[in-house]
């Protein structure tokens, strides 16, 4: 079992930034970003091998969001810009226990979430 721990959430105006972290309490071969608006379902935006780097991004967030890593401390990071207020979800961390890393459906550890609030 892996412990993920976020942070970084907070409130912003449309077009604004912020950047979230994730810390894993020990390597995993894949983590990912979900997030999680008020009435609707958890969605995957983000997935990324931490070995070779490659990264899945979806298509509400591709050219907006990117990742950066630090694979020497199990810490992800999830830059977003040019923030909307469709992106005010609860965001989660989240990886994998096996199988394909860009599968969302595969995630089953996660951490406790934090909340991003982006107002027009």
């Known amino acids: 079992q892996v412990q993920l721990v976020e942070s970084g959430g907070g409130s912003v105006q449309a077009g604004g930034s912020l950047r979230l972290s994730c810390t894993a309490s020990?390597?995993?071969?894949?983590m990912g970003w979900f997030r999680q608006a008020p009435g609707k379902g958890r969605e995957g935006i983000v997935a990324?091998?931490?070995?070779?780097?490659?990264?899945y991004y979806a298509d509400a967030v591709k050219g907006r969001f990117t990742i950066s890593r630090d694979n020497a401390n199990n810490t992800l990071y999830l830059h977003m810009n040019s923030l909307k207020p469709e992106d005010t979800a609860m965001y989660f961390c989240?990886?994998?226990?096996?199988?394909?890393?860009?599968?969302?459906?595969?995630?089953?550890?996660w951490g406790q979430g934090t909340q991003v609030t982006v107002s027009s």
């Open positions: 990324t091998y931490t070995d070779d780097g490659r990264t």
């Open positions: 989240a990886a994998p226990s096996g199988g394909s890393c860009h599968n969302f459906n595969e995630y089953n550890m």
């Open positions: 020990r390597y995993t071969y894949c």
